[in-house]
Each structure stands twice: as C-alpha cells, then as structure tokens.
C-alpha cells in the first residue's frame, strides 16, 4: 500500500464523518448560502476538532465567496480544501540532521499516547534508510516501559541503553549519547518518562535532559518531538504549549490518527501551537508513519467525497 493509500486508511473514521455531515447539508440539487447553511456547516467542521477559530475562518471563506448563492456540493468541497490547505501550509519539515556525528532526538509525551511506537516507526524510518540507530530507554521509572522499547529494538535490529529501575533518566540519556558516538551511529533517539503536561516536577527533569544532552553535543537535542494522541482531541493543544515550554519542542509526532474520527486536530495544532506537525501515525506495523505534507492529508481528507 502507499503511503496515500495509507494515510486515506487512517483518515478513513474522519473522512467518514466529514462525508456524512458533509452531504446531509446537500439534501438537494443546490443549496442556498444563508446563515442557516454556513451554521451548520461551521458545528460539522467543529466536530472534526479543527478548533472553533479555523473553523470560523473556514466558514467565512466560504459566505465571503457564496453568500446568498445557490452553490452545488463540489463548489462548497473545493472551497473548504483550499482554506484547509492554507491553514496547514508548513514546509516538508522531516528531521533535521546534525551537520557531523549523531542526530540526537528526544522524544516525550504522555502516558499511552502512543510515545514509544512512535519511536519504533522512526527507528525503522531511519534504519531504512541505512542509518545505524542507538535508543535510550530514559524512562527509568516504568521497568514496562523499557521492557517495550526494547522488545521493539530487537524486532527493528537498533541498539538500546537501559539503566536500572529507578535510576537517574538524564544519566541514561548520557550514556545513549557516548555510545552512539563510540559506535558512530548516525541517530540516537532519547525515550523519556510519560507524564502529564501538569506533573511540574517531571516536567523539570525532561528539562534537565535537554539540558544534559546540550552538555554532551552542542546543539543536540537537535529535535524534541512530542508525541501526540490524536483521539485526545483539544486537550493535544495544552500538551504541546506545556511541553514547548519546558523543552522547547520543534515538532509533533499525531499518532492513532487512524482510531478517530478527529484528525482536524492537525488543523488546531497548526493554528493555535505553531508547531510543525512532522509526522502522522496512520498504522499499527513500523511502516506506517508517514511524512506530513499538508496538500496530501487534505485531499485524502475529501478523497470520494463528490
């Protein structure tokens, strides 16, 4: 399957929904642009979880452009791609890599968002890619936790940095980053503690391994990717500005995008945080993480809608 094929697969519960609501505001032939239309048009865009004010800045696109016009389904469909794709225009923003020795990325997020998946489907991205890759399983508190990032090094063929149970999480950070230096690896992807965005105390220790892996290479982390759940729905939005502040996040992984039925979050993310959504989760097998491009997820959004 291709990755269009793939993230249609995984927009498929949002693009139902979008689908449903969509054609039920075109009962007839045409429908006339009042402020009836562009109300229910604005509650079915909210329900998607875009955010009220995309929302609204989709609606007004469309009563600037047809108000008080008898306007066929495609037109209204056409209309709502292209503010939608306005919205969401960022660069291709994949990795940036260091300029010389390891790319170093940490990556954080809450408890089940999906965080150490996430990290499995980069590994395998970049093993793929012929990169040789070095884990660091910082998150010392939950012995399930690295028991799972290592399960899905052995199944991806990367190396793991473990410490014991308990253990200083910036210590093991460390320890990742020296040995992907010793063994010329090109990536070492940093796990760390899931935790609420409200825990202040974790909140400072993933500051202290920003912190230390700034120490160890300058400029390293070189990314801090949050991961993000999308059937959270808004609340991703108080995550990201928690996480931006005490680690200054460069970019989000959205992962289960294929369990919801609200992948306008993307939407929401993009509008209200600033951060670049790099990657979207559109699977459950290492493969299915997919490079975010805006034009792309938009069409596979409205794909056989007409």
């Given at each position: 399957?291709?990755?269009?094929?793939?993230?249609?697969?995984?927009?498929?519960?949002?693009?139902?929904?979008?689908?449903?609501?969509?054609?039920?505001?075109?009962?007839?032939?045409?429908?006339?642009?009042?402020?009836?239309?562009?109300?229910?048009?604005?509650?079915?865009?909210?329900?998607?979880?875009?955010?009220?004010?995309?929302?609204?800045?989709?609606?007004?696109?469309?009563?600037?452009?047809?108000?008080?016009?008898?306007?066929?389904?495609?037109?209204?469909?056409?209309?709502?791609?292209?503010?939608?794709?306005?919205?969401?225009?960022?660069?291709?923003?994949?990795?940036?890599?260091?300029?010389?020795?390891?790319?170093?990325?940490?990556?954080?997020?809450?408890n089940?968002?999906?965080?150490?998946?996430?990290?499995?489907?980069?590994?395998?991205?970049?093993?793929?890619?012929?990169?040789?890759?070095?884990?660091?399983?910082?998150?010392?508190?939950?012995?399930?936790?690295?028991?799972?990032?290592?399960?899905?090094?052995?199944?991806?063929?990367?190396?793991?940095?473990?410490?014991?149970?308990?253990?200083?999480?910036?210590?093991?950070?460390?320890?990742?980053?020296?040995?992907?230096?010793?063994?010329?690896?090109?990536?070492?992807?940093?796990?760390?503690?899931?935790?609420?965005?409200?825990?202040?105390?974790?909140?400072?220790?993933?500051?202290?391994?920003h912190?230390?892996?700034?120490?160890?290479?300058?400029?390293a982390?070189h990314?801090?990717?949050?991961?993000?759940?999308?059937?959270?729905?808004?609340?991703?939005?108080?995550?990201?500005?928690?996480?931006?502040?005490a680690?200054?996040?460069?970019?989000?992984?959205?992962?289960?995008?294929?369990?919801?039925?609200?992948?306008?979050?993307?939407?929401?993310?993009?509008?209200?945080?600033?951060?670049?959504?790099?990657?979207?989760?559109?699977?459950?097998?290492?493969?299915?993480?997919?490079?975010?491009?805006?034009?792309?997820?938009?069409d596979?959004?409205?794909?056989?809608?007409?």
């Amino acid at each position: 399957m291709g990755l269009f094929e793939k993230l249609k697969q995984g927009l498929k519960k949002t693009a139902q929904f979008l689908r449903t609501d969509i054609r039920d505001l075109f009962k007839t032939e045409g429908r006339l642009v009042d402020e009836a239309f562009l109300a229910e048009l604005f509650e079915m865009l909210v329900k998607t979880d875009m955010g009220v004010e995309a929302a609204q800045e989709t609606v007004d696109e469309i009563g600037a452009s047809f108000r008080t016009r008898v306007v066929r389904l495609e037109e209204v469909l056409e209309h709502i791609k292209q503010t939608l794709k306005g919205l969401l225009a960022q660069p291709v923003e994949p990795i940036r890599f260091a300029a010389a020795g390891p790319t170093v990325i940490m990556v954080a997020g809450v408890n089940g968002c999906g965080k150490t998946t996430s990290i499995a489907k980069l590994t395998a991205m970049f093993q793929g890619e012929g990169k040789r890759v070095v884990l660091g399983a910082a998150d010392t508190f939950r012995a399930a936790a690295v028991q799972q990032l290592s399960i899905w090094a052995t199944r991806v063929g990367a190396e793991i940095v473990t410490g014991p149970s308990g253990s200083d999480p910036a210590a093991v950070a460390h320890r990742a980053v020296a040995r992907a230096l010793e063994t010329a690896a090109q990536v070492c992807i940093v796990d760390t503690a899931g935790r609420l965005q409200t825990q202040q105390g974790l909140m400072q220790q993933l500051t202290k391994i920003h912190r230390v892996l700034g120490k160890q290479i300058p400029d390293a982390p070189h990314e801090v990717l949050l991961v993000l759940d999308a059937t959270t729905g808004q609340n991703g939005i108080s995550q990201a500005r928690h996480f931006t502040d005490a680690v200054r996040c460069t970019g989000i992984i959205l992962a289960k995008l294929d369990g919801t039925a609200k992948g306008g979050i993307v939407v929401a993310i993009r509008k209200q945080v600033g951060l670049p959504v790099k990657y979207i989760g559109v699977g459950e097998t290492p493969e299915d993480l997919a490079l975010f491009q805006a034009d792309r997820f938009v069409d596979a959004l409205f794909e056989d809608m007409q």
